[in-house]
């Protein structure tokens, strides 16, 4: 199956509440997301439970990237909703930026 990349840039409105990375099912094989590289101060991704205070998510500061891909033992493909990946920030208005891939 052909895939292309595409791009998600989340602005995080309120430090300390944590928001979905998107509101759409998206899913996708692979994804990499970046902490934009004019943030204050770290980003923390996660699941829904994801909060800064708890350290209880990968942070990130800027310019870094965390990487999630899906394989599934048995047949060798999985496939990650962006909507159970949860961003909270350190700094309100800080962003990061996901690149996944699309099936065409």
């Given amino acids: 199956m052909p895939y292309k990349p595409m791009i998600i840039k989340k602005t ?3 430090t300390g509440t ?3 990375l998107t509101e759409a099912n998206i899913l996708t094989p692979s994804v990499i997301i970046q902490a934009a590289d004019d943030n204050t101060n770290g980003v923390f991704v996660g699941d829904n439970t994801v909060d800064k205070t ?3 998510g990968i942070e ?3 310019r870094e990237s965390v990487t999630f891909s899906a394989i599934d033992p ?3 493909r999985g496939l990650i909703s962006l ?3 949860w961003i909270d920030v350190d ?3 800080d962003e990061v930026i996901a690149c996944y891939l699309m099936e065409v």
Avoid: H, M, P, Y
Wanted: aromatic share 4%; hydrophobic share 40%; no cysteine.
């Fill in 91 to 93: 700094t309100s208005a």
């Fill in 54 to 56: 708890l350290f209880n």
């Fill in 12 to 14: 995080i409105t309120t």
């Fill in 83 to 85: 909507r159970d990946i």
């Fill in 60 to 62: 990130l500061d800027a």
């Fill in 18 to 20: 944590a928001e979905r």
């Fill in 74 to 76: 048995k047949s060798g």
